[in-house]
């Protein structure tokens, strides 16, 4: 699977660059997973929006949802160049929050589909596993797995640390970590630090660390250095916009 990083930013955009989204891809197949503030902008230089086939959300927060009200937009109002209007977009969500999940079907445009902690998902040719987080609202870690290949990645959302993320992400040839804060925040009960990050990896056995839900102040190198401590061997990198990695 190809993974665009779309937006990387905790909390709010900065600086041209967008809050939590990536676009998921493999062979003609589009997931947008979380679609934070700026993400539809950056999408449409590699899929137009209309090409989406499904979207995956892992919470409600404002920085992972900002632009879905302009995305339905965009599959009411665009066509293609043949004039036939986009298909109808499932939206794969929680409905713990009942509110923000009637707001994902709009007729003829989208449609909200829910899962549980039990419900098991495919979508399109990823086979998706999710666990809850530890956040103030209900948020989903997903694991997604090709499922011819089994190569997989794992996002963890946003999360405070906990030990259950080891072996949700257990040789995970990609992980996505929420990395807001630097060292000395340790256990907190909305985001990890990347210290945390860098445990888990190390502990779970992944391929690649990928550092993301990013602060917009401080210097974000300590953040790596800060991770690769607990994780000597794991490559680590920052999120940036606009980054492709092949898993
Ligand atoms: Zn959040």
Known sequence: MKVTVLGFYGGYPTKGVGTSSYLIELNDFHLLLDVGSNSLLTLEKYVDPIDLDAVLLSHYHHDHIADLGVLQFTRLLKRDDKGNKPHLLPIYCHNEDVDNFNKMSFENVS???????????????????????????????????????????????????????????????????????????????VHMTAKECGRIANKANVKKLLLTHLPQTGDLNQLVEQAQDEAPSIPIELAHKEMIINV
């Open 111 to 189: 449609q909200g589909i829910a899962f549980n902690e039990e419900s098991e998902l495919t979508i399109g040719p990823f086979k998706i596993e999710h666990m809850k987080t530890l956040h103030p609202v209900p948020c989903y870690a997903f694991r997604i797995t090709e499922e011819k290949s089994n190569k997989t990645m794992v996002f963890t959302a946003d999360s405070g640390y906990k030990e259950d993320f080891i072996g949700f992400a257990k040789d995970a040839d990609l992980l996505i970590a929420d990395s807001n804060f630097y060292e000395g925040m340790e256990n907190h009960t």
